[in-house]
């Protein structure tokens, strides 16, 4: 079955504490990101990779690192979280040009 | 400011009803996408469109994007209880469409 998968898919932890959100996708595409929705602010893309070690910046990248050594594999870390990351995480998958484009369950963080 | 502003916020209807969801921007955008997400779910892609003026139709939705590429609707024929869910609109800033920027979404509620 064609799908993305996030872990874990729940999360509390305190401020400061590091944390890798994993994701993997099992459709061979290229292009992977990640993204956060907020109430009233809708989902906004923090950071893309268009393929293996190519990675850019999205709309709010603080805070935030990725990387993409493999290309099945595109994780999320937050070296020091902060209060203000707590939100509902997604990754994506994709094809060029995003005529299709998979998303993950989606991660729930709660940084105290 | 959100890049792309989506109208209405809300919308609870009657089965059977039509609806027409709109996306509107500023910014010129080289393809379009609709999704739709449920509680505890991740955005599902609906459409991509590509061309100005470009109409496609997935059953009983039909979307279009507008002739200078900025804004896009979505219209729901005789709506059922079963397209209850948040509609959102996406535009990609780039030609690869890796940078994507989201519309705060339409919560469509229909009852029977």
């Known amino acids: 079955e064609a799908q993305v998968t996030q872990n874990p898919r729940y999360l509390i932890t305190v401020t400061g504490k590091k944390l890798t959100v994993t994701c993997s996708q099992n459709?061979?595409?290229?292009?992977m990101s990640w993204y956060r929705q907020d109430p009233g602010l809708g989902l906004r893309q923090i950071y893309y990779?268009?393929?293996?070690?190519?990675?850019d910046k999205g709309d709010v990248p603080e805070g935030y690192k990725v990387s993409r050594k493999e290309k099945r594999n595109f994780p999320l870390i937050l070296e020091s979280p902060s209060p203000n990351q707590t939100s509902l995480y997604f990754c994506?998958?994709?094809?060029?040009?995003?005529?299709?484009?998979?998303f993950g369950p989606g991660t729930r963080l709660l940084v105290l | 400011t959100q890049l792309l502003e989506q109208s209405p916020q809300f919308l609870s209807i009657q089965e059977g009803e039509n609806l027409t969801v709109y996306c509107n921007s500023s910014?010129?955008?080289?393809?379009l996408q609709w999704y739709r997400q449920e509680p505890g779910e991740g955005p599902v892609l609906l459409v991509t469109?590509?061309?100005?003026?470009e109409v496609k139709k997935l059953k009983r939705l039909t979307f279009q994007f507008g002739d200078a590429r900025k804004d896009s609707s979505l219209h729901i024929t005789a709506a059922q209880p079963g397209d209850t869910g948040l509609y959102l609109c996406?535009?990609?800033?780039?030609?690869?469409?890796?940078?994507?920027?989201f519309g705060e979404g339409t919560q469509l509620t229909v009852n029977p």
């Open positions: 994506a998958s994709g094809v060029f040009r995003l005529e299709t484009q998979y």
């Open positions: 459709m061979n595409h290229e292009y």
């Open positions: 990779s268009m393929n293996v070690e190519v990675t």
């Open positions: 910014s010129v955008f080289s393809s």
């Open positions: 469109v590509v061309t100005g003026g």
């Open positions: 996406a535009g990609a800033l780039s030609a690869s469409g890796s940078r994507l920027t």
